[in-house]
């Protein structure tokens, strides 16, 4: 097995061989296949965030989301399979098998679907649902392995790969954590990219650091050009890449990490650690609210990795004199991350919201509202079906009533769930269902841990609390609480809330301030 505590040994420079190196090409009119779209990616002033965090000197993102699978790790995975393709070591018909953390492996797919081979990705269970699904929107088969599993285990992603290399006839490990093509590419392209738009002019260059590939290739040839350069490394907490070993003392109590594509349990033979000059650790929080904050006031559609990239590059341009120069690379977009930290549930979940943002929205909210509630809505009963009902019957009631959906309870009159007219009908067009079935058979159930999570609102719920919950539901459920013994409770629904019921109180409401100040200025 490859030693994965070595130091670097990837060098890079054009006269060291047996590495090939290639000129930098422009980006031709019309591309031969989408393969042709990785690279010459822009070079972005991050103008509002500067100014809003007091910098003087000049902030840019090379934006590598631009890329045509979408990462800066495009540019290694087309380069490493081209390489072995050259040196004849894949042909028609072999399968490509890669460890990753999703990136490569979407780049490798990208390039595998396009050429025609097999491609085997090994990836651990932390990664988005959204790289999986593209890998295998891409064709490639997928293996998940444990996030825990340290990279030497058995069940890791990296050795999982080992063992279906040795059972899988004409296959191959292109080892991103290995291949010297991993930062000649970068070194070709992405650093001289940067330096013609820099006019080899920067000052500082800050960059995460994963398989190593990107920073080792990018600060060796702009060391080469722009000596002065301050090479700056940036490592999640719990990662044990940065230098001293003192830096990641945290990291055996904060082992797991959330932020993809960057940090590592070992040190990857394609990182050169000795090139950087600082290193910045940095934790979950901090990374997912910077990368929200690039969305927001820059328009950038990054992801996770790049929100630590330009923490971390703020932080060290305060050292800088004002006129300075300062370069990040923000690895990917925010395609890959959805569920994750553009989602405020998950960013609730695992306690990465600033507190202090979502009370003054929560403040906005409520100011919208002027303290309105939900009993200010005047709403109608709510129409309900037993449990035991018959379906056709709650689907004639519905129709009868305009609804669609429905509130369930028990012959006690407890909630129970609710029953929807879309998944009646998609039951019994698939045969699911008999004309007999009761309503039991149909209904979402919110005690069961279904898609259909239960949130407790009532009269006296201010209105303002629900803006977010009409974002990702239709309806509402008003309930009034039952007491079943000294210890439990239960639900008695007693009103049905929509998006519409608040917009219409909205409306009618602005409505008569606005009679009542035409009438005041009348008079």
């Keep these: 097995m490859t030693d994965h505590d070595m130091a670097c040994t990837c060098d890079v420079a054009p006269g060291n061989q047996p590495h090939r190196h290639r000129e930098l090409q422009p980006e031709p009119p019309i591309l031969s296949s989408i393969l042709d779209h990785i690279g010459n990616t822009p070079l972005v002033r991050l103008s509002r965030l500067a100014r809003s965090e007091g910098l003087q000197c000049e902030l840019l993102a090379k934006c590598e989301y631009f890329n045509a699978g979408g990462s800066v790790k495009d540019r290694i995975a087309h380069r490493i399979l081209e390489e072995a393709e050259a040196d004849g070591r894949i042909r028609p018909g072999f399968t490509i098998i890669e460890a990753t953390s999703g990136n490569t492996g979407i780049g490798l797919a990208l390039a595998c679907a396009v050429k025609g081979y097999k491609c085997i990705i090994t990836l651990p269970e932390k990664m988005s649902q959204e790289k999986v699904d593209i890998l295998r929107a891409l064709g490639a088969q997928i293996i998940r392995t444990p996030t825990e599993a340290a990279w030497d285990s058995p069940q890791s992603h990296i050795s999982v790969a080992n063992r279906l290399h040795k059972e899988i006839p004409d296959s191959i490990i ?13 070194y070709d392209t992405t650093a001289e990219e940067i330096l013609r738009a820099c006019g080899n002019q920067l000052d500082m260059l800050v960059l995460g650091a994963g398989t190593g590939g990107t920073l080792t290739g990018i600060a060796r040839r702009i060391k080469e050009r722009c000596p002065e350069c301050i090479i700056v490394g940036v490592d999640p907490v719990g990662s044990i890449l940065a230098q001293p070993d003192a830096l990641n003392s945290a990291s055996t109590a904060a082992s797991m990490y959330y932020v993809e594509g960057i940090g590592y349990d070992f040190i990857p033979e394609t ?18 609210a910077m990368a929200r904050r690039l969305i927001r006031e820059e328009g950038i559609l990054c992801g996770g990795s ?16 004002p006129g300075k120069r300062v370069v990040t690379v923000l690895p990917d977009s925010v395609r890959n991350y959805m569920t994750r930290f553009l989602n405020d549930d998950w960013m609730d979940k695992h306690d990465f919201l600033d507190r202090d943002e979502e009370m003054r929205k929560q403040n906005e909210r409520d100011a919208m509202w002027t303290g309105a509630r939900v009993k200010d809505l005047n709403l109608k009963r709510a129409v309900v079906v037993e449990i035991n009902m018959p379906v056709m019957e709650a689907v004639e009631l519905m129709k009868a009533n305009g609804f669609d959906q429905l509130p369930v309870i028990t012959t006690r009159g407890i909630l129970r769930g609710i029953v ?3 998944n009646v009908l998609s039951l019994t067009t698939t045969g699911r269902i008999t004309s007999g079935a009761k309503v039991r058979d149909v209904m979402f159930r919110f005690q069961t ?15 303002g609390e629900l803006d977010h919950f009409f974002e990702n539901n239709i309806a509402g459920i008003v309930t009034e609480r039952l007491s079943i013994d000294e210890e439990r409770v239960a639900f008695t629904p007693v009103h049905v809330i929509t998006a519409v019921d608040m917009l219409s109180y909205l409306m009618s409401r602005n409505k008569d301030a606005a009679a009542a100040a ?5 008079s």
């Design 518 to 522: 035409a009438a005041s200025s009348s």
């Design 420 to 422: 929807t007219l879309g």
């Design 306 to 321: 790049s929100g630590s990239a330009v923490y971390a590059a703020i932080e060290a341009a305060r050292r800088l004199e």
């Design 449 to 463: 841990g279904s898609s259909k999570k239960f949130r407790e609102i009532t009269p006296e719920t201010p209105l």
């Design 174 to 186: 292109l080892g991103q954590y290995t291949s010297p093509y991993n930062p000649v590419a970068h």
């Design 271 to 288: 990182l050169d650690r000795s090139i950087v000059d600082h290193w910045i650790k940095i934790s979950d929080k901090p990374s997912f």
